[in-house]
């Protein structure tokens, strides 16, 4: 089973909502990903969770906060986006360090 | 610095043969990844190269050249569901991080 699943698949939300994406994995994977991806652009890391630690944070603005509830499941916390946020969110997850990344099917996220 | 460059767009007919190239300059390389993506999808991995050669995966292979800092991926009997963008993406010594080509967009043509 390669299968990482992200919920919801789309989302709109105002500037002052609090809304949370959701991702699940069972590959027994120790590292989890979110990526941020405008159109036409590559995967954009945002943060990585490594044995359910935060393990990177690319400067992301706080506004997004990440959690690993455990090893299987990854949350983004949204709270007063900017409509420059719309974008699909994708979750990721690999076996460790330079291994192949399985991606979720992505948030299509709009913010008004 | 940390760059990964890949033609932007290409063309191919189907059942053909196209080759999408993908130079790199990283700093501590380990490894080349290369991902599908269709559009409005989720990037799909397709392969990894650590060392110099060819790997075959059915219609899809890479090749990978370290001394060169280059890379390419090449699919045969091209069909209409390939039509896709193509991202290429290095790690970096024993890191969690990848950095990612703009990705190739590749249109297939009857």
């Known amino acids: 089973d390669t299968e990482v699943t992200q919920t919801p698949k789309h989302l709109v939300m105002g500037m002052t909502n609090k809304k949370s994406l959701k991702c699940e994995q069972h590959m027994g994977h120790r590292a989890m990903y979110w990526y941020k991806q405008k159109a036409k652009k590559p995967p954009e890391l945002m943060f990585v969770y490594s044995y359910e630690k935060l393990s990177i944070n690319e400067s992301v603005p706080s506004r997004f906060s990440p959690e690993c509830p455990n090893s299987s499941l990854l949350n983004l916390h949204l709270h007063a986006l900017q409509p420059e946020d719309s974008a699909l969110y994708l979750c990721?997850?690999?076996?460790?360090?330079?291994?192949?990344?399985?991606f979720g099917p992505g948030t299509r996220l709009t913010v008004t | 610095g940390q760059n990964i460059d890949q033609p932007t767009e290409m063309t191919a007919t189907e059942g053909a043969i196209v080759q999408i190239n993908c130079t790199y300059q990283t700093s501590g390389f380990n490894g080349l990844f290369w991902y599908q993506q269709h559009a409005g999808e989720a990037p799909t991995f397709l392969s990894y190269?650590?060392l110099d050669g060819l790997e075959e995966k059915g219609r899809f292979s890479s090749f990978l050249s370290r001394s060169k800092g280059y890379s390419y991926l090449l699919l045969k009997e091209l069909q209409m569901k390939d039509s896709a963008s193509y991202l290429c993406?290095?790690?970096?010594?024993?890191?969690?991080?990848?950095?990612w080509g703009a990705g190739t967009k590749l249109i297939i043509k009857p």
């Open positions: 993406a290095s790690g970096m010594d024993s890191n969690y991080q990848l950095i």
């Open positions: 190269n650590v």
């Open positions: 990721a997850s690999s076996q460790g360090p330079n291994s192949e990344q399985y």
